[in-house]
């Protein structure tokens, strides 16, 4: 009965975590080479006018492969879900996706929107018919934006809702519905996997994840969400946006894992799927930001600094 749980880890573990360590590991090989002025890596980022962005990210997947090492401590050295560790990698991964947001809309600024970075005009200029911002004024989208603000502090409001327990992996509970690839695999192949992998047993394939990892998923990380959602409220009356526009962004990344988590592990009551869905989510993840940089970075910038404010007849 355990042959669904050994494949679903085995793909989980053995295939897509595995692929989110290495993609991780690559993605900052790119980008700190490209920071430290490789032009082979990423040209993009070669220079100032993207290297705030560039270390955003950085940071980011660095504490994302943290994150990622503490499970292969639990996973190969531990052989059990540590507290401590489970709640580190929350907090890693959470604040990780916070700074690499982060990153991701200072290079969509710098090429597309030209909101904070000025060299070029803002993207909306047409719309606005002239950039009041730009001369001392507040933004014609300030209002717009601080309903935005009120939507992302409700939004870190649904995963505090979600109960905080234990969760429990059991294999039965995807048990494959074939009989006798189970009874093979109950009775000969995992006698014989215990045989040649290292301190391995059939029984671990039933687990549990303390309910520290919950707490922080569905309690910590959305509270830092919303103080640093209330934060950016609070300085979206300032006409400089930077701030606020900084803090909300960060917010986004943090509350969109807690979120991520929330339907990994709240609402999908198998363990062994929720643990390929999370994985999978940061593959997938990870690839469009390898995929973002290649668009993004792969020619220099060239700085341009034509007319600032567009005037109307």
């Not at 360590?21 to 220079?47: Q, S």
């Not at 270390?55 to 540590?82: D, N, P, Q």
């Not at 018919?129 to 001392?136: A, D, F, K, T, W």
């Not at 992996?169 to 995992?190: E, I, R, Y």
Request: proline share 6%.
């Amino acid at each position: 009965m355990y042959f669904g749980g050994f494949l679903l880890g085995l793909l989980s573990v053995g295939v897509m975590k595995t692929g989110v360590t290495l993609v991780t590991i690559w993605l900052i090989w790119r980008f700190a080479g490209a920071l430290r002025g490789d032009p082979r890596k990423l040209p993009g980022l070669v220079g100032e006018p993207h290297r705030e962005a560039g270390r955003a990210m950085v940071l980011g997947l660095f504490l994302f492969l943290l994150s990622e090492l503490t499970c292969a401590v639990e996973l190969y050295i531990l052989y059990i879900s540590h507290p401590l560790l489970r709640m580190f990698h929350s907090y890693a991964s959470g604040i990780g996706a916070g700074l690499i947001f982060w990153g991701v809309f200072l290079a969509l600024d710098s090429r597309v929107l030209h909101y904070l970075n000025q060299d070029k005009p803002c993207c909306s200029l047409d719309v606005c018919g002239g950039c009041s911002l730009r001369v001392g004024l507040p933004c014609n989208f300030h209002g717009t934006w601080r309903w935005f603000l009120v939507f992302l502090i409700l939004l870190c409001l649904p995963p505090m809702f979600l109960p905080v327990h234990d969760l429990v992996a059991d294999p039965a509970a995807v048990a494959l519905p074939f009989d006798s690839w189970n009874a093979f695999f109950d009775k000969t192949a995992a006698g014989w996997l215990e045989s040649v992998i290292p301190h391995w047993t059939q029984a671990q394939l039933y687990f549990v994840i303390p309910s520290n990892m919950a707490l922080v998923d569905w309690r910590h990380l959305p509270l830092l969400a919303l103080v640093l959602s209330l934060g950016a409220f609070a300085t979206s009356f300032r006409v400089a946006p930077r701030r606020s526009i900084q803090l909300a962004v960060c917010a986004v990344g943090v509350v969109g894992f807690s979120h991520m988590e929330g339907i990994a592990y709240g609402f999908i009551p198998q363990v062994y799927v929720g643990s390929l869905a999370h994985e999978t989510t940061e593959l997938l993840g990870l690839v469009l930001l390898n995929s973002f940089a290649n668009r993004f970075f792969a020619r220099p910038v060239v700085v341009s600094i034509p007319t600032l404010v567009k005037t109307t007849q």
